[in-house]
T-cell receptor, first 111, second 114 residues
Framework: EDQVTQSPEALRLQEGESSSLNCSYT??????LFWYRQDPGKGPEFLFT???AGEEKEKERLKATLTKKESFLHITAPKPEDSATYLCAVPTTDSWGKLQFGAGTQVVVTP | DGGITQSPKYLFRKEGQNVTLSCEQN?????MYWYRQDPGQGLRLIYYSQIVNDFQKGDIAEGYSVSREKKESFPLTVTSAQKNPTAFYLC?????????????FGAGSRLTVL
């Protein structure tokens, strides 16, 4: 069964305190890993897609990396506006039309 | 601006009532999706449609129904058979299959059963 597990469930950071979020997955034949950001009461917004081990993508203070079993989202010198829930997702084995989402990591950055 | 419009944003339902959530997109995307989000859980797929007049059940389709009569529209009906409907509902679309393309989400509809 395809599974996506994110850790930690919640993360509280001081402004400027760098940290990493983890997304581990069990799926046969990975066909991409997606990261989304979700603000409270809103729909998720796309951040990155990673396709192969060793690949990295960056956007402002965020950098996503991928290995054969997991992905990391590194937040460098975060600001309060980086506070959000970060979701990762992978296409399921049974249908490329479906994504399996993790439960998310809720990040709070305090001034 | 292109995007996805969900309505209503908040909805209250009495037990035993059916309610319909609207989802409209002007992105010219082929595929559309309905997800349910509960606190502490990941998004769970209810139904998805990759072309007009065709749709497939997701992981939690029981108690829900959909239609896809137009490319732009994918309404979700929460029926009285859904035993625990209180949740945040998200509609999404993609140019093609979700694994091949990025999902664009609407702002969500929050349903509360009284």
């Amino acid at each position: 069964e395809d599974q996506v597990t994110q850790s930690p469930e919640a993360l509280r950071l001081q402004e400027g305190e760098s940290s990493s979020l983890n997304c581990s997955y069990t799926v046969s034949g990975l066909r991409g890993l997606f990261w989304y950001r979700q603000d409270p009461g809103k729909g998720p917004e796309f951040l990155f897609t990673l396709y192969s081990a060793g690949e990295e993508k960056e956007k402002e203070r965020l950098k996503a990396t991928l290995t054969k079993k997991e992905s990391f989202l590194h937040i460098t010198a975060p600001k309060p506006e980086d506070s959000a829930t970060y979701l990762c997702a992978v296409p399921t084995t049974d249908s490329w039309g479906k994504l399996q989402f993790g439960a998310g990591t809720q990040v709070v950055v305090t001034p | 601006d292109g995007g996805i419009t969900q309505s209503p944003k908040y909805l209250f339902r009495k037990e035993g009532q059916n309610v319909t959530l609207s989802c409209e997109q002007n992105l010219n995307h082929d595929a559309m999706y309905w997800y349910r989000q509960d606190p502490g859980q990941g998004l769970r797929l209810i139904y998805y449609s990759q072309i007009v007049n065709d749709f497939q059940k997701g992981d939690i389709a029981e108690g829900y129904s959909v239609s896809r009569e137009k490319k732009e529209s994918f309404p979700l009906t929460v029926t009285s058979a859904q035993k625990n409907p209180t949740a945040f509902y998200l509609c999404a679309s993609s140019k093609d299959r979700a694994g091949a393309n990025v999902l664009t989400f609407g702002a969500g509809s929050r349903l509360t059963v009284l």
